[in-house]
Each structure stands twice: as C-alpha cells, then as structure tokens.
C-alpha cells in the first residue's frame, strides 16, 4: 500500500489513521508537534457535544456513523440532546430541524414545555416554548475517541510519533526541522494550524467555554442543550455546567486568548435567564477552531499538488464520518457518499482570498446558530462577481442573491407593473425572498418573451487536438459530432455517479465549448485531461443572455442576417453569427422549456449585447426575468439542477437522465459501473393543498413513515400547483402515489405526476 503521512493527531487524524488501516492501508505514519493524544489542538478542548441534526444530508450521515462508532468504542455518552426554543420563529425553526432529522434518518421528537422539564429539570417549563429532542445524541470524550482510534491503527501497523513538528510539505513528502519523511501521499489534518502549511481556505477563531460551580439540582447524565436564541450550549460535567457561548464577537486568533470571567458575562446572564440559580463561572478557555466560508469542511486532493489531501476543518461530531469517506476516497477511488459540499475544490478562485475567507469565516461564526433562509444571500465581500449587465439590472430595480460570489437576480422590480395571476397565499417562510413579479416574469416568458442573465453559469472551453477524444472519454453520451452539434451529456465517476450535467457545443474541429456546474466540473476534467487538450474556464470573460419565449425568433431574427428558422438553426445546434454590432455564439439550447437561444458574448461587449437585445425586445414585449421565475419554469419542465435534484450518489437512470446516456458511443468513465434498476427514483410531485410551496430537504412520508426527501420545489406559475421533486423509493414512484410532506409542523398531502408537468412532448421548444 501507498505510504501515507497525515500530519496532525488530533481526532481527525487519528480517525483517518484507522480508517486507512481498516481498508487495508498499513503503511501510515502520523505526526504531531504535541504530546500525544492531548496534543494541544482543538480536540483537546473540546467539549464534545454531538447534535446530529443538520440541513445536509451529508453532514448528518458524518454525524451519524461517529455516534455509532464512538458508542461501539466506548467514548460516548448518549445522553440525548435538547434543543429549545424561546421565540415562535425558533420553534418554528426546530419543526424545520425535526423534519431535517426525518429525512435524513435520525430519531427526533418535538417537546412540550413540560417535557423539556422532565429530561432536564433545571428548565422551568415557562421559560421555553419547546424543544426538539434526539435521544441518540449525547458527548464524545474527544481525546479518549481520538487514542483509542489510534491505537486501533496502530495494532494494524500505523505509526504515531508525538513531538514532531512538520515544517514543510513537500513534493514526495514532509519535512520535520532537517529530516525528511518520504510518502506517496500527505494528508494535512492539522486542524487550524493548516493554512501554514497547504492552502487551506479556513479561519481560526477563538470560542469562549465556561464551567460553573456545582449546580444544585442537577442530575448527572442530563441531555445536552443548545439555546440558539441565545448562541448557548450547555452540557453536565461532574455536577457542574459547562457553558458554551457564540455570542462574543469573532476573535480571529492562532494563538488562545486568555479567558477573563467578565468576558462571558453577558453569556453568563443569559444563561441564567434559562436555567436560574447558576452559580458563578469557576474556569473558562478561548479554545481555537477552524472556520471556513460556507461552514463545511475541506476533504479531498488539492489541485496542482499531486499527493496532498485535506481533512480540515471538521468537528468532533463529523470526525469518524469525515475519516471514513476520506479513506474511501483514497482507498476506493471514489467516496460512498456525496462530498461535494465538502470538497476542497468547490471554491472559485475569487473565493479564495484572504480577505474573503476572513470575511465569510467570520460570518459562519456570527451565525452558526442562526435561523437561515435557504436564499439568504451571504454578505461582504458584496458585490464581488458582476455580470456585465449588472448596472442594466440595478437600472431594472433588481433583487439579487448570490452564489458562488455571482450577483443574481431573482426578480426585476421594474416588472411590477406587469399581469400577476392569482395565486395562493403564502406562508412567511415561502414569501421570504420570493415576489409575485417572479409569477409576472415566468408568465411573460410562456407568452412573449424572457431574458435571462445566464452570466454565472460556469463555461469552460476545451481545445486542442485531443479535444474530441477527450469528451468522448468524460461524457455519456455522444459528443464527438459535427461542428454546430449541441449535446447534453453526464460526467459520471467511476461508480457512475453523477458528477456534473453539462452541455457540449462544438465550435470547431478541436474546439469545445461547455456549460457546467461548478468548479468541481472544472477540476475533474483538469484532472483527467491528457497533454494535448487544453481546459480554460472561460466563465469570467464571457457572459451569456438566455432569450427564452414564443417571441424569441422575432426578436433576435432583425438582428441577424443568419436564418433563424427551426430547418436552418435546429433545436440543440450552435452557430456564431452577430446581432447587430456584437459578435456572438448562440446555441438553440433552453432550461425553461420555450423556443429560444443562449447568447454569448465576451465580456466587454455585455452592455452592448444586453441594451441591442433590450431595444429588439420592446416589440415583443420582452421582460427581464430572474432566477426566481427561472426556478419555476425549469420545475414545471422537469429540467434538473446538479447539486440539488442529484449528486454523485445518484445513478442517471435513477435521476431520469438515462435518456443522456449513450451505451452506443464507445467507452466512456462510468459506463462499466452502470445499473439500470436503482433502488429510488427522482419523482415530480405536486402539493394537494395547492398553495404549501416547500423549500426543499423536507421529508416525504408514505403511510406516517420517512421515505425519501424533497429535492427542489417551486409555484408552477403555469400549471397552477406547488410541484416538488423528491427522491422516493422506486414502489412509490408510479403517477397518483399519495404521499405526505413534512413542512414545519404539518404534514401535506402530495401526489406524483408523471413528469413534465408543462408541455410534456416538448413541441414549444421545437418550432
Ligand atoms: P486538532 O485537534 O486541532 O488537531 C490538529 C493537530 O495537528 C493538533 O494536534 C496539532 O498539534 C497538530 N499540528 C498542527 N500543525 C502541525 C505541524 N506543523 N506538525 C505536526 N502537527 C501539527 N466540536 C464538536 O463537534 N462539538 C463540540 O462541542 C465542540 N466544542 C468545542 C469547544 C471548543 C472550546 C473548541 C476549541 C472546539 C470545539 N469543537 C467542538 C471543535 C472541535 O474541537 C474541532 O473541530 C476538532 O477537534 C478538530 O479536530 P482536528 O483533529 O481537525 O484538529
């Protein structure tokens, strides 16, 4: 097996050291600069409360198997955990968390006032309005999990050597003050000393942990407790209470500030105010962790440096979890589970600075604890990426979120004037962030004519003699075709999971252009790509209008000598031509079901090409139209958006993408993994009530019990019905099941349609 170094024995490193042995991976070295196993680093400090209950599935399924395994080794007290409640939006908030738990498999239980009394009687009834309750959570005594994984290793072979400060990683190993230590692969645990030695996109932060005198009228063995209303947690520790508290300001650090009592008093008085009678604060820390911009942790090679991996940045409570499918990663080729919320490699390059990893890791802290919309835009560094028609759309009153650094808008202000259907009313929740315009631009759309900013959509070129041959390699289905042959193709890995949906232009004889997800697409075929293909991400320096609508081919024809028809410029065709003064490749492609084109351009033409498609527009009654409408039109068509509706976990024939899967065209990476027969399908689903629009990661439930999980979900503006997609066991997936969402504290009747629910033979994106 390879020889591995993994710097760092703190319980990542040694849950990996395990992990790798147990794979059969024996040749390990493990090196710390502390003492072993209390080596100094954050899980010598860390309390260990584990909550298992997260919006990712992922992290839940971290969370979940460390539980187990620290149950079966004897370091984890399964005390159970309450979260409670002191507003109507926090309990509002725990339903939603309980219905994370359901879906993602965990035990959960909402409390009565009085129930919350009941486990931990130091909560007067009165003072809460609930509590969300998991029996299975409870401490991890972080040091003792982190030994004796070790020492689990080391009787596989593993070795650890305490006292050995690497000071530089290198090409084909590390280096220890004047000593080599060759390896195959490095793996930088080294939790938040990390960024001295990779780059590591993280920010440590000093969180303050205080423990009480004796509390009386404490029972040892209570659950564990989080007041998040208050940025509290709390756990028992030998008749006293240990306190938590995020309530402090960020304190960027690498080094512990020394805690003064008077510091967490404000903490102090809050907590209290839950629990009365707490004595005094005897000791306190500012223990360090490491925080990092979108709050999940950094696993998985890091690009340009053959050989290094990244376990950073993870909490005991995801520690065994995150080990596992690192080892699988390494090991296997491939993890068993979706990563790519975790995956180094997921940030763009303009998310990378210091300044924004300050910026967003600070943030993480402030709201590690807070309520959040799923489209509640991150904040500074705002705005960061433009589109070249940002100042068009700021003009048009335009609301904007953000991703992947990206202004988008969702809707245009200056289309409030504009026809709204009736609709039904909306709960706070689904109003957030949501506007009747949307309705009015998806509407507009359908009738006349939409434009779309397509600008933060990732597009790569791919070049070069082995350009065809390359894609041919990557994709599923057939790519190498002629010139102007538009394809819709997978990325799958190895187990055929799904890795990226993406569209294929070809421009030229050695010439590609591709529509992709994310930077992991970027990444992946960088990674893959043989000598003579050369893979750019042209992202930056172009920008793209989506012209979607009935009216698309009057609009754009003016403007071309190039003949527009449907026998000239077929469906899934590309050409370059010029509208009016800009040079332009459109591709006959849409993710919204109408006639129409995306538009591309390079950057510095953008104002031009938007103010040309603008002033064309105003015959047809062209709208600008945001991502809010976009989100419903593409739902009503059954389009997929990769990340959400499916992942690398998923197989395309279970995701309803079996038709972008070409067994004809020759080898490609996947195809030998391949299996038509998957356990689950992604079904369309509509809400009976009519008007509950879910938000997406609530649990479908058949007869009273969790069966699968809700995907995206929007208004269908046309078809005049919440539609969610869910992926549902495959003896459920048959048009007219019945099935229940869970949505805060309700449970909503949905049945399953046969999909798409909008113009299912696609007859108006082919006229
Ligand atoms: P560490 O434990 O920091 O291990 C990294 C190791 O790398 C260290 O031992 C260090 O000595 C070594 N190292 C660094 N640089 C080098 C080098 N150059 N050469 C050799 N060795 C090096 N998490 C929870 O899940 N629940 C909690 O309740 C919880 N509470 C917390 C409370 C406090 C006060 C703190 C500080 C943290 C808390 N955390 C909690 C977070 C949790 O402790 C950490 O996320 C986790 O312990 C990180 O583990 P690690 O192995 O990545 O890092």
Same mark, same amino acid.
């Not at 433009?386 to 100042?391: E, H, N």
């Not at 689904?430 to 009015?440: D, E, G, K, Q, T």
């Not at 015959?619 to 976009?630: E, F, I, T, Y």
């Given at each position: 097996?390879?020889?591995?170094?993994?710097?760092?024995?703190?319980? =990542?490193?040694?849950?990996?050291?395990?992990?790798?042995?147990?794979?059969?991976?024996? %040749?390990?070295?493990?090196?710390?600069?502390?003492?072993?196993?209390?080596?100094? #680093?954050?899980?010598?400090?860390?309390?260990?409360?584990?909550?298992?209950?997260?919006?990712?599935?992922?992290?839940?399924?971290?969370?979940?198997?460390?539980?187990?395994?620290?149950?079966?080794?004897?370091?984890?007290?399964?005390? $159970?955990?309450?979260? =409670?409640?002191?507003?109507?939006?926090?309990?509002?908030?725990?339903?939603?968390?309980?219905?994370?738990?359901?879906?993602?498999?965990?035990?959960?239980?909402?409390? +009565?006032?009085?129930?919350?009394?009941?486990?931990?009687?130091?909560?007067?009834?009165?003072?809460?309005?609930? $509590?969300?309750?998991?029996?299975?959570?409870?401490?991890?005594?972080?040091?003792?999990?982190?030994?004796?994984?070790?020492?689990?290793?080391? !009787?596989?072979?593993?070795?650890?050597?305490?006292?050995?400060?690497?000071?530089?990683?290198?090409?084909?190993?590390?280096?220890?003050?004047?000593?080599?230590?060759?390896?195959?692969?490095?793996?930088?645990?080294?939790?938040?000393?990390?960024?001295?030695?990779?780059?590591?996109?993280?920010?440590?932060? /000093?969180?303050?942990?205080?423990?009480?005198?004796?509390?009386?009228?404490?029972?040892?063995?209570?659950?564990?407790?989080?007041?998040?209303?208050?940025?509290?947690?709390?756990?028992?520790?030998?008749?006293?209470?240990?306190?938590?508290?995020?309530?402090?300001?960020?304190?960027? *650090?690498?080094?512990?500030?020394?805690?003064?009592?008077?510091?967490?008093?404000?903490?102090?008085? %809050? /907590?209290?105010?839950?629990?009365?009678?707490?004595?005094?604060?005897?000791?306190?820390?500012?223990?360090?962790?490491?925080?990092?911009?979108?709050?999940?942790?950094?696993?998985?090679?890091?690009?340009?440096?053959?050989?290094?991996?990244?376990?950073?940045?993870?909490?005991?409570?995801?520690?065994?979890?995150?080990?596992?499918?690192?080892?699988?990663?390494?090991?296997?080729?491939?993890?068993?589970?979706?990563?790519?919320?975790?995956? *180094?490699?997921?940030?763009?390059?303009?998310?990378?600075?210091?300044?924004?990893?300050?910026?967003? &890791?600070?943030?993480?802290?402030?709201?590690?604890?807070?309520?959040?919309?799923?489209?509640?835009?991150?904040?500074?560094?705002?705005?960061?990426?433009?589109?070249?028609?940002?100042?068009?759309?700021?003009?048009?009153?335009?609301?904007?979120?953000?991703?992947?650094?990206?202004?988008?808008?969702?809707?245009?202000?200056?289309?409030?004037?504009?026809?709204?259907? %009736?609709?039904?009313?909306?709960?706070?929740? !689904?109003?957030?962030?949501?506007?009747?315009?949307?309705?009015?631009?998806?509407?507009?759309?359908?009738?006349? =004519?939409?434009?779309?900013?397509?600008?933060?959509?990732?597009?790569?070129?791919?070049?070069?003699?082995?350009?065809?041959?390359?894609?041919?390699?990557?994709?599923?289905?057939?790519?190498?075709?002629?010139?102007?042959?538009?394809?819709?193709?997978?990325?799958?890995?190895?187990?055929?999971?799904?890795?990226?949906?993406?569209?294929?232009? @070809?421009?030229?004889? @050695?010439?590609?252009?591709?529509?992709?997800?994310?930077?992991?697409?970027? /990444?992946?075929?960088?990674?893959?790509?043989?000598?003579?293909?050369?893979?750019?991400?042209?992202?930056?320096? *172009?920008?793209?209008? #989506?012209?979607?609508?009935?009216?698309?081919?009057?609009?754009?024809?003016?403007?071309?000598?190039? %003949?527009?028809?449907?026998?000239?410029? #077929?469906?899934? *065709?590309?050409?370059?031509?010029?509208?009016?003064?800009?040079?332009?490749?459109?591709?006959?492609?849409?993710?919204?079901?109408?006639?129409?084109?995306?538009?591309?351009?390079?950057?510095?033409?953008?104002?031009?090409?938007?103010?040309?498609?603008?002033?064309? &527009?105003?015959?047809?009654?062209?709208?600008?139209?945001?991502?809010?409408?976009?989100?419903?039109?593409?739902?009503?068509?059954?389009?997929?958006?990769?990340?959400?509706?499916?992942?690398?976990?998923?197989?395309?024939?279970?995701?309803?993408?079996?038709?972008?899967?070409?067994?004809?065209?020759?080898?490609?990476? &996947?195809?030998?993994?391949?299996?038509?027969?998957?356990?689950?399908?992604?079904?369309?689903?509509?809400?009976?009530?009519?008007?509950?629009?879910?938000?997406?990661?609530?649990?479908?439930?058949?007869?009273?019990?969790?069966?699968?999980?809700?995907?995206?979900?929007?208004?269908?503006?046309?078809?005049?019905?919440?539609?969610?997609?869910?992926?549902?066991?495959?003896?459920?997936?048959?048009?007219?099941?019945?099935?229940?969402?869970?949505?805060?504290?309700?449970? =909503?009747?949905?049945?399953?349609?046969?999909?798409?629910?909008?113009?299912?033979?696609? +007859?108006?994106?082919?006229?």
């Amino acid at each position: 097996s390879p020889r591995v170094v993994i710097v760092g024995a703190g319980i =990542v490193g040694c849950a990996l050291a395990d992990e790798l042995t147990a794979r059969g991976w024996t %040749d390990v070295t493990v090196l710390d600069r502390g003492p072993l196993f209390r080596t100094g #680093g954050s899980t010598s400090h860390a309390p260990g409360l584990v909550f298992q209950v997260n919006p990712s599935r992922t992290m839940a399924g971290f969370a979940r198997y460390t539980v187990e395994k620290y149950l079966a080794l004897g370091c984890f007290d399964q005390v $159970g955990s309450i979260e =409670v409640a002191t507003t109507p939006e926090r309990l509002a908030e725990l339903h939603r968390r309980h219905g994370f738990a359901l879906a993602w498999g965990i035990a959960a239980r909402v409390l +009565s006032p009085a129930e919350c009394h009941a486990l931990f009687p130091l909560l007067e009834p009165d003072r809460v309005l609930g $509590g969300l309750h998991v029996p299975t959570d409870g401490l991890a005594r972080a040091v003792d999990a982190a030994r004796a994984q070790a020492q689990a290793a080391i !009787a596989r072979g593993a070795v650890f050597h305490g006292r050995q400060e690497v000071t530089a990683l290198e090409d084909d190993g590390v280096r220890v003050g004047d000593r080599h230590v060759p390896a195959d692969l490095v793996v930088c645990a080294a939790g938040y000393w990390g960024p001295k030695l990779a780059p590591v996109p993280l920010l440590p932060l /000093a969180h303050q942990y205080a423990v009480t005198g004796p509390v009386r009228g404490l029972p040892s063995g209570v659950p564990i407790l989080r007041h998040q209303d208050r940025d509290l947690y709390f756990r028992e520790t030998a008749g006293c209470l240990g306190i938590g508290s995020y309530a402090h300001d960020p304190m960027p *650090t690498d080094v512990e500030p020394p805690f003064a009592a008077e510091q967490f008093a404000a903490s102090l008085a %809050d /907590a209290r105010a839950l629990l009365p009678g707490l004595p005094d604060i005897e000791h306190g820390l500012n223990g360090v962790f490491s925080f990092t911009p979108d709050g999940f942790p950094l696993l998985g090679p890091v690009e340009g440096r053959p050989g290094l991996w990244l376990a950073e940045a993870v909490w005991v409570t995801h520690s065994a979890g995150v080990a596992r499918a690192v080892a699988e990663w390494l090991v296997d080729g491939r993890p068993s589970v979706d990563l790519h919320e975790c995956d *180094t490699q997921r940030f763009e390059e303009a998310q990378l600075s210091p300044s924004y990893v300050n910026a967003r &890791g600070q943030r993480a802290f402030v709201e590690v604890y807070d309520v959040i919309h799923p489209l509640d835009p991150a904040g500074d560094p705002r705005p960061l990426r433009v589109s070249p028609f940002y100042a068009r759309h700021i003009a048009l009153g335009a609301r904007f979120t953000e991703g992947a650094g990206w202004e988008r808008p969702l809707w245009f202000e200056a289309n409030a004037g504009l026809p709204v259907p %009736d609709l039904p009313p909306r709960d706070v929740w !689904a109003a957030r962030h949501w506007s009747p315009i949307a309705a009015a631009e998806a509407l507009a759309t359908r009738e006349r =004519v939409g434009l779309f900013d397509l600008t933060p959509l990732k597009r790569l070129a791919v070049t070069g003699p082995g350009a065809a041959a390359f894609l041919q390699r990557m994709c599923s289905n057939h790519v190498d075709r002629p010139v102007g042959a538009v394809t819709y193709a997978l990325l799958l890995d190895e187990g055929a999971g799904v890795r990226g949906d993406i569209t294929v232009a @070809r421009l030229g004889p @050695r010439e590609f252009q591709l529509g992709v997800n994310s930077s992991l697409d970027l /990444a992946w075929l960088r990674a893959h790509a043989p000598a003579d293909v050369h893979v750019a991400d042209i992202t930056g320096g *172009t920008c793209c209008v #989506g012209v979607w609508g009935p009216a698309a081919r009057d609009l754009l024809a003016p403007l071309t000598t190039l %003949d527009l028809a449907h026998e000239a410029f #077929g469906y899934f *065709t590309a050409r370059r031509t010029h509208l009016d003064a800009v040079p332009v490749t459109m591709l006959r492609v849409s993710y919204v079901g109408e006639l129409g084109w995306e538009v591309y351009a390079s950057a510095e033409l953008g104002p031009r090409l938007w103010d040309t498609l603008w002033a064309a &527009g105003a015959s047809v009654g062209a709208v600008a139209a945001g991502r809010s409408a976009l989100t419903s039109l593409r739902l009503e068509k059954g389009y997929r958006a990769w990340g959400v509706d499916m992942t690398a976990q998923d197989d395309p024939y279970s995701a309803g993408l079996g038709f972008a899967v070409n067994l004809a065209h020759g080898d490609f990476v &996947g195809r030998a993994a391949l299996r038509p027969d998957g356990p689950r399908a992604l079904c369309c689903l509509t809400v009976d009530d009519g008007r509950t629009v879910p938000a997406g990661r609530e649990p479908v439930l058949a007869d009273g019990v969790p069966v699968g999980h809700v995907t995206s979900a929007a208004y269908g503006y046309s078809v005049g019905a919440p539609i969610a997609y869910a992926w549902l066991p495959r003896a459920l997936s048959t048009p007219g099941q019945p099935v229940e969402i869970a949505y805060f504290d309700e449970r =909503v009747a949905a049945t399953v349609r046969a999909a798409p629910l909008f113009d299912p033979t696609g +007859s108006r994106i082919r006229r």
